[in-house]
């Protein structure tokens, strides 16, 4: 099969080779009668194959999907499901306990701009570029040929992920079957998830273990979670047996969905939904009022120029969750931003608790979980920090 080329500058080789997935703008020489979506080979100025990709006239402009020669047909695409799931297999997913998972993780799997999570019998494909979305049909046959469990209804929600131009002309839609709202299974809790107007694919699937590690600490406490959507971290507070449970969240449909999911763990009445924006809420609240407070808020930046503006709402957020929290509770904060790494939500959060004027001890770092998995060539995989403070 004749496939176009993408010529890159010689510096821009020694990434290719260490087997990073991205291939910037600024690192192409030529891209010529390529067009958004095409897959095409990856070539030094010499002429040298160095790998092959799909195309977008964008920042990134190929994402990598092999570095040898081949023909990315359905096999290539049945190849990587089928990897996917011995890894989650491994890990075991699913489980009798937990029927809800990430299947292909982009470039953490090998499929850059390509993300499948699986709620028990739906699984939601997200395509994050053209050439993804482009190949959605390859990759539904490839589920259907290589799970055991073929899903019963297959989801294709990627209109808030793709180029606008190109969203405007596509919809989501069920590819398969339908079913548009399903109960999962998550360490034996249980939780509605609404396949179709929920955020993202529907739940938030990278917190599972620092929800279960929330749900050890409850035991007796009053907890706050804030940016709680349908309410995951609270329904493990209500299942470790805490005194009261708040969830602060501004959409009221997303905490309707956490009302019914707390009536699933049949202690409804320790939960209170409240319609609000979080800061406002803080600002109204004793200091003696929470023994836990979740901070979990949507990525902040999702672009390195708005990283100052997130910088400074993670800090301004945080800053008074320490003033609000008990002597001696804990803080469970998250950033998701890509784009604030590590050391700089660790330096944020550390501003925030200079500015609270309250001394905290760091107890636990957190992150993704492993169905989450990052390419050790792509270290950008790694998007969800996350620590636990106490409070003195």
Not at 95 to 124: C, F, K, Q, W
Not at 221 to 235: M, P, R, V, W
Not at 295 to 304: G, L, M, N, Q, T
């Amino acid at each position: 099969m004749e496939y176009g080329q993408v010529v890159v500058k010689k510096a821009r080789i020694a990434s290719i080779e260490r087997k990073h997935p991205w291939i910037f703008s600024g690192g192409v020489i030529s891209h010529h009668d390529c067009v958004d979506g095409d897959i095409v080979e990856v070539r030094s100025p010499r002429g040298d194959f160095l790998a092959m990709g799909y195309f977008q006239d964008a920042s990134i402009m190929v994402r990598i999907l092999a570095f040898e020669e081949r023909e990315i047909d359905q096999k290539f695409w049945n190849e990587k499901i089928s990897q996917a799931i011995q890894l989650r297999k491994q890990l075991k997913f699913p489980s009798a306990e937990t029927n809800a998972y990430r299947l292909i993780h982009g470039e953490g799997d090998g499929l850059p701009g390509l993300i499948i999570d699986m709620y028990a019998e739906v699984a939601v494909i997200q395509c994050h570029a053209i050439g993804m979305h482009m190949m959605r049909e390859q990759i539904t046959q490839a589920l259907k040929s290589q799970l055991e469990n073929i899903p019963k209804a297959i989801f294709v929600k990627s209109g808030n992920t793709l180029p606008r131009d190109y969203a405007l002309e596509q919809e989501d839609y069920f590819i398969e079957g339908k079913i548009e709202e399903v109960q999962i299974k998550e360490h034996g809790a249980q939780f509605i998830i609404d396949i179709v107007s929920g955020q993202k694919t529907g739940f938030f699937l990278d917190q599972r273990e620092n929800r279960k590690l929330l749900q050890s600490y409850a035991q007796g406490k009053t907890i706050l979670n804030l940016f709680s959507y349908t309410g995951g971290f609270s329904i493990y507070g209500l299942q470790g047996g805490a005194k009261k449970v708040v969830s602060v969240d501004v959409s009221a449909p997303a905490l309707e969905i956490a009302d019914r999911n707390a009536g699933l763990t049949k202690m409804v009445d320790q939960h209170e939904s409240i319609v609000a924006d979080v800061n406002s809420y803080l600002k109204e609240i004793t200091s003696d009022h929470y023994d836990i407070i979740v901070v979990d808020p949507p990525a902040f930046a999702k672009s390195r120029r708005k990283t100052h503006n997130a910088v400074q709402a993670y800090k301004r957020v945080n800053a008074a969750a320490i003033r609000k929290v008990k002597s001696g509770g804990l803080i469970f904060t998250f950033s998701c931003s890509q784009v604030i790494d590590a050391t700089l939500f660790y330096n944020t959060i550390t501003a925030a608790a200079i500015e609270a004027r309250r001394p905290c001890q760091v107890i636990h770092h957190l992150s993704q979980g492993p169905d989450h998995p990052v390419s050790i060539f792509h270290p950008e995989g790694k998007y969800l920090k996350g620590l636990v403070l106490r409070v003195e």
